[in-house]
């Protein structure tokens, strides 16, 4: 364990993006991220109406061809929760 007089750098190590908070979570691959089902479609009736598996997974491509996430990719975090609310109310 380390002071943070002596060791300033490691705080600004980790990954504070919107795109490294996916990473982080579930793994980015070859610009592509698998989620849980159950995330995706929390509604099991939903799930059932799709064709979708409870255990199964739903691959996601992340470029630059998604505006929304072209718009926040590399921006901090805490900016994607508003970012998202104005979108949704400006649909």
């Known amino acids: 364990m380390?002071?943070?007089d002596i060791?300033?750098?490691?705080p600004f190590c980790v990954?504070?993006?919107y795109e490294g908070l996916l990473d982080e979570?579930?793994?980015i691959?070859?610009?592509t991220i698998s989620v849980d089902n159950k995330i995706v479609y929390?509604?099991?009736k939903v799930r059932k109406e799709l064709g979708q598996t409870d255990d199964?997974?739903?691959d996601f491509m992340l470029s630059s061809e998604d505006n929304m996430f072209d718009t926040i990719r590399n921006k901090h975090f805490?900016?994607?929760g508003p970012h998202f609310s104005k979108a949704i109310f400006d649909i």
Not at 7 to 10: A, E, H, M, R
């Open 42 to 44: 929390p509604d099991e």
């Open 29 to 31: 691959k070859t610009s």
């Open 7 to 10: 060791d300033v750098v490691s």
């Open 56 to 58: 199964g997974r739903t």
């Open 2 to 4: 380390f002071d943070r």
């Open 25 to 27: 979570f579930y793994g």
């Open 15 to 17: 990954n504070q993006t």
């Open 78 to 80: 805490n900016v994607a």
